[in-house]
């Protein structure tokens, strides 16, 4: 089992930057792959970025490419995004996950995740 707890988000101006983390436990944090995605209402849950167990390579949507940084601590447990010139448009709950596979890529797919946080919301104002 992994648990994995997100803190970081709230409300933010077009712009402005907000960091955004998930603490993970109950397994070796070195052993998965760690993603974040963001599900607005109404619409489907989304792929942002992603980032390889061993912290060597990492993927991002198209949307946020340039904006957004995912990194991992893995001394910490902790995988986190850095979210700046943050628009309207990325206002969504935004949910880490994790990829227990113990492969070595950056899956985008929200059904290979087997683990999933509870969400933070971020909203940006106009």
């Known amino acids: 089992q992994v648990q994995l707890v997100e803190s970081g988000g709230g409300l933010v101006q077009a712009g402005g930057s907000l960091r955004l983390s998930c603490a993970a436990s109950?397994?070796?944090?070195?052993?998965?792959?760690m993603g974040w995605f963001r599900q607005a209402p109404g619409k489907a849950r989304e792929f942002v970025a992603t980032i390889s167990r061993n912290v060597v390579d990492t993927n991002y949507a198209d949307s946020v490419k340039g904006r957004f940084t995912i990194s991992r601590d893995n001394a910490k447990n902790t995988v986190y995004l850095q979210m700046n010139s943050l628009t309207p448009e990325d206002t969504s709950v935004y949910y880490c996950?994790?990829?227990?596979?113990?492969?070595?890529?950056?899956?985008?797919?929200?059904?290979?995740?087997?683990?999933w946080g509870q969400g933070t919301q971020v909203t940006v104002s106009s």
């Open positions: 996950a994790a990829e227990i596979s113990g492969g070595w890529g950056t899956p985008t797919i929200p059904g290979v995740y087997d683990y």
């Open positions: 109950g397994r070796t944090f070195t052993s998965y792959a």
